[in-house]
């Protein structure tokens, strides 16, 4: 049984070590989209974020880690529709 509980407030502070701006620089090695769909239905998430069975496993989620991979994610989207454009 899951005890739940509700936090609500009009803004959170989260701490956080780096934000993935790492993913702009020239040496960021961006996975080639191939590459990727073969990752996705091989592992069956994207890489660097953890799988449903790991969170399941820890029981709990770090907002400001979810926070970080999911900016990693869009930052790494903008890339690949850049790419696609040119």
Known sequence: MVNAQYIQARDVLVD????????????????????????????????NVKSEAEFMQEGNLSLSEMNIMLLEKVEEL?????????
Not at 78 to 86: E, F, G, K, M, R
């Open 16 to 47: 956080f070590e780096e934000i993935p701006d790492y993913v702009f620089k020239k040496d960021y090695s961006l996975l080639p989209l191939p590459d990727l769909k073969d990752y996705i239905q091989k592992h069956k998430h994207l890489p």
């Open 78 to 86: 903008t890339l690949y529709i850049l790419q696609l454009n040119d």
